[in-house]
């Protein structure tokens, strides 16, 4: 069978049809800035922190025999809270957007404890707070509550004896399941709005071994710096809800449309974006409608990532508009979303 001009027109449109359209495209992952997950009033700027929690009166779900587990629980739940309220505060006042954090010498009895979230304070309690204090806003670790339960284990071992002989004994293994369960508020008197409200759980194992099960737990040692370690850390990360934080997304370009787009992939793959953009804008006035929103898409893509969101919806509005590149509608919509994300950013 003879191949004609015309067949050849028809195999190389095919060909290039599927160019475009199978991995004409590359994703790249790119990291944004967030606004933070809790928002204030701009006018916040003294915080005062509010322990509201009350200590469990007793650890639950311990055997008899594991009473010096609630001995050595009682004052945790204290400590803990603590830890986890100075870690807050060291952390609230190394951000910039406050000048002033302080723990309220306030102690309110209406809470139930026992790992209850208590109901919100009222506005009028809130105020009272905020001015015999002078603060702007009250955060409150609203429960904090510790969990303990043990596991026994025996197995039969060796120990020396007197005279230095090994003799047959029993080996008593504990292994303690500690859960932290605290919960948090914001109050922006403001706004007259509970900003945040947050429960954070976290668990933490300790174990040990003893020739009794008393001598076990007692082994099990490094329970209650790991609570407080814990405690500490929770603190410091509830402080980076105020915020901005960073975060990965993808983004996809197009790749195959031509040679300047090939070429212009490479220099991406190698960190050349200038180069790409000069190739891009090019392929800008190409004659093929297709081909010019994609690079238009692109165009759109370089001024992303190089902040300048403004310039980037112009390219992806200019990409649906004038070309029908249905990915840029998409795409504008994700360019108006992190420009208002900034402008939030930038009023905290």
Same mark, same amino acid.
């Given at each position: 069978m003879k191949t004609t001009a015309a067949h050849k027109f028809i195999i190389h449109s095919i060909f290039c049809i599927l160019l475009l359209s199978c991995g004409s495209k590359k994703s790249i992952r790119t990291e944004v800035v967030k606004p933070p997950i809790v928002s204030l009033d701009p006018l916040i700027k003294r915080v005062g922190i509010l322990d509201r929690s009350i200590p469990s009166s007793e650890n639950t779900g311990l055997d008899q025999a594991d009473k010096i587990l609630s001995i050595?629980?009682?004052?945790?739940?204290?400590?803990?809270?603590?830890?986890?309220?100075?870690?807050?505060?060291?952390? %609230?006042?190394? @951000?910039?957007?406050?000048?002033?954090?302080? %723990?309220l010498p306030v102690k309110l009895d209406e809470n139930l404890g026992g790992g209850?979230? =208590?109901? =919100?304070?009222?506005?009028?309690?809130?105020?009272?707070?905020?001015?015999?204090?002078?603060?702007?806003?009250?955060?409150?670790?609203? &429960?904090?509550?510790?969990?303990?339960?043990?596991?026994y284990t025996v197995e039969n071992t060796k120990i020396k004896g007197p005279l230095g002989l090994e003799v047959p004994a029993i080996s008593h293994n504990v292994s303690i399941d500690?859960?932290?369960?605290?919960?948090?508020?914001?109050?922006? =008197?403001?706004?007259?709005?509970?900003?945040?409200? &947050?429960? %954070? @759980?976290?668990?933490?194992?300790?174990?040990?071994?003893?020739? @009794? =099960?008393?001598? *076990?737990?007692?082994?099990?040692?490094?329970?209650?710096?790991?609570? &407080?370690?814990?405690?500490?850390?929770?603190?410091?990360?509830?402080? &980076?809800?105020?915020l901005p934080y960073k975060d990965n997304v993808y983004r996809d370009?197009?790749?195959?449309?031509?040679?300047?787009?090939?070429?212009?992939?490479?220099? %991406?793959?190698?960190?050349?974006?200038?180069? *790409?953009?000069?190739?891009?804008?090019?392929?800008?006035?190409?004659?093929?409608?297709?081909?010019?929103?994609?690079?238009?898409? @692109?165009?759109?893509?370089y001024n992303e990532i190089k902040g300048d969101y403004t310039k980037a919806i112009e390219w992806a509005t200019k990409s649906y508009t004038d070309y029908e590149n249905k990915n840029a509608l998409r795409y504008i919509d994700d360019l108006r979303e992190r420009t208002d994300a900034q402008k939030m950013i930038n009023e905290n």
């Open positions: 050595e629980g009682t004052k945790l739940d204290k400590e803990g809270a603590e830890q986890a309220i100075l870690a807050l505060k060291t952390a %609230v006042l190394q @951000n910039p957007k406050f000048t002033k954090c302080i %723990v209850i979230f =208590p109901s =919100p304070l009222s506005w009028d309690k809130i105020g009272e707070l905020c001015k015999q204090h002078s603060v702007d806003a009250i955060f409150s670790l609203a &429960l904090y509550d510790t969990d303990a339960k043990a596991a500690t859960k932290i369960k605290t919960g948090w508020r914001i109050y922006d =008197p403001m706004r007259k709005k509970i900003s945040d409200q &947050l429960t %954070v @759980n976290k668990k933490t194992k300790s174990t040990g071994k003893g020739v @009794n =099960p008393i001598k *076990a737990i007692e082994a099990a040692k490094n329970r209650k710096q790991s609570v &407080l370690q814990i405690s500490r850390k929770i603190g410091e990360d509830y402080a &980076l809800r105020l370009y197009y790749v195959k449309a031509t040679s300047s787009f090939e070429i212009a992939k490479r220099k %991406v793959e190698t960190g050349q974006w200038e180069g *790409a953009a000069e190739l891009w804008k090019k392929e800008t006035s190409n004659p093929d409608p297709e081909i010019a929103g994609q690079a238009c898409f @692109n165009m759109a893509f």
